[in-house]
């Protein structure tokens, strides 16, 4: 049996793969996990959930269909409507709820969206929380997912989901004992989360707003950050010129947003701002683009963090935790300013348990998911880039200047579909690894991961010379697509 759980959450395209019997059968296979402390505790009351979700039209009816399931279960369900993932992490958090509930599919196109779950205090859940989860959903001698997206011929892929029929009865001892759950809307509760954003700046000496004096374009992906993204920005003293910001329900990621930034950099060079970000659909992950509308990953605003707080004395350990796709650059950029560099597999869980374990307080991705412990447990696009923004404004700096900390070496990613199952049990593109490998020396490296969230494998190279990570990457491309076949 396949796994349904990806490394963010359960997706699928809405109404075919994930639909509303699944959704409803998820969050009641998710209650007797996430929240047993309340029934066995003999607390009197019930335990309760947040829900959020982003800006796509079939949002409406699987919210519905998980709060029909929570609520049934005897869960609370506090609504928090259209907002990014982080608010719903934090929120799950500020207003003491069991665990959290979110609804999208982040940059994935409007047809598609997905579950996922925070934990109490707004954690992502470990694999063995999902995994017991899941032996819920479909318990032993129960009904096995039948379809995962790598058998469908076409159209754009996000993670395994499942059509199945209606898991064994578990049975809600709340319910019982406590009655029926309550649905209550808690659309207020995105002043706290905007409130919680613009007290994690740091008050500049001047006594001014942290970004006075700065024209900022933002991009909000016609998703979740919408609203809450521009306003911000706006209160904590910048100008602000907001593009995707009128979702419609099937706009969410189209040609705009951190997956298209050509559009933000065409809009940062119109209007003359000094900066400009771009949001994913959830507004987990921010990338910016700089006054000469020139771009900034995840690696250039890693540097320009940890160089801040290294400054400011208050980067634990002076270490920050990436993963293995950050650029060479960083890694010198990091070692020149006496800052160490821990690496984890690919995927914000990952960074998220270093920190943790550590007591490292910055972290992220190449992609713009940027964790700053101190004031989230999960990625905030919003945070970042008001931070971000904070930190070059304090050096009367330009954008363009503060990414010029690190020196990006020459990247080449290709994405490469089809059975990535197949490919990476093939002793031929071990080889070709092993070859590709040998070529570069310390001068480079290969990177080949199959995805977590689509039928796909990644292959990436990286040296100071492009025109060798482009002819490595081609090759080692072409070889993953003959282990395909």
């Not at 509760?189 to 006594?207: N, Q, V």
């Not at 209160?235 to 910001?245: D, H, Q």
């Not at 119109?270 to 020139?294: M, N, P, S, T, V």
């Not at 998220?352 to 905030?380: C, K, V």
Request: proline share 5%; with cysteine.
């Amino acid at each position: 049996m396949g796994r349904i759980f990806g490394t963010d959450g359960v997706r699928g395209v809405a109404g075919v793969e994930l639909t509303a019997q699944l959704a409803m059968d998820l969050a009641v296979a998710a209650v007797p996990v996430l929240a047993p402390v309340a029934a066995a505790s003999g607390h009197a009351r019930r335990p309760s959930a947040v829900i959020g979700r982003d800006s796509r039209a079939s949002g409406d009816f699987l919210e519905a269909a998980v709060v029909a399931g929570l609520a049934s279960s005897g869960v609370d369900v506090l609504r928090l409507g259209v907002i990014p993932t982080p608010g719903v992490a934090y929120l799950t958090g500020a207003l003491n709820a069991d665990f959290g509930v979110v609804l999208s599919a982040s940059h994935n196109p409007a047809a598609d969206n997905g579950i996922k779950f925070f934990g109490r205090s707004g954690v992502k859940l470990p694999d063995e929380i999902e995994d017991e989860i899941e032996a819920r959903l479909f318990p032993a001698g129960g009904t096995a997912p039948r379809t995962s997206r790598e058998s469908r011929p076409s159209g754009p892929k996000a993670e395994t989901a499942v059509v199945s029929d209606p898991p064994a009865e578990t049975g809600s001892p709340w319910v019982s004992t406590y009655g029926f759950g309550r649905v209550t809307d808690a659309y207020s509760a995105h002043e706290t989360y905007l409130d919680h954003l613009l007290a994690s700046l740091p008050t500049p000496a001047t006594g001014q707003s942290p970004l006075h004096g700065m024209r900022v374009v933002v991009d909000c992906a016609h998703g979740a950050a919408y609203s809450i993204g521009p306003r911000a920005l706006r209160r904590a003293g910048a100008e602000v010129i907001a593009i995707g910001a009128a979702p419609d329900g099937l706009n969410i990621n189209a040609s705009v947003g951190s997956t298209h930034l050509e559009t933000l950099a065409a809009a940062v060079l119109e209007h003359g701002a000094d900066a400009g970000l771009a949001f994913d659909g959830d507004a987990d992950r921010c990338l910016a683009i700089d006054g000469d509308g020139q771009p900034l990953d995840g690696d250039q605003i890693l540097a320009v963090l940890a160089s801040q707080l290294k400054r400011s004395n208050q980067l634990m350990g002076d270490t920050v935790v990436v993963t293995v796709m950050s650029n060479l650059g960083f890694h010198d950029a990091m070692r020149e300013s006496g800052i160490a560099v821990i690496e984890t597999p690919v995927g914000d869980k990952h960074v998220y348990a270093a920190m943790r374990d550590g007591g490292y307080i910055l972290g992220g991705e190449q992609s713009g998911h940027i964790i700053q412990m101190g004031h989230a447990t999960t990625g905030d696009g919003v945070l970042t880039g008001l931070h971000l923004l904070a930190a070059v404004n304090s050096i009367g700096i330009p954008v363009s200047a503060a990414a010029k900390m690190m020196t990006r070496y020459p990247q080449v990613l290709i994405n490469v579909r089809g059975n990535k199952d197949r490919a990476m049990a093939d002793p031929a593109l071990a080889q070709a690894v092993s070859a590709a490998k040998s070529r570069l020396g310390d001068a480079g490296r290969v990177l080949l991961r199959p995805s977590g969230t689509e039928p796909v494998i990644r292959v990436m190279v990286e040296t100071r010379q492009s025109d060798v990570a482009e002819q490595v990457a081609g090759q080692l491309a072409d070889a993953v697509r003959l282990a395909m076949s």
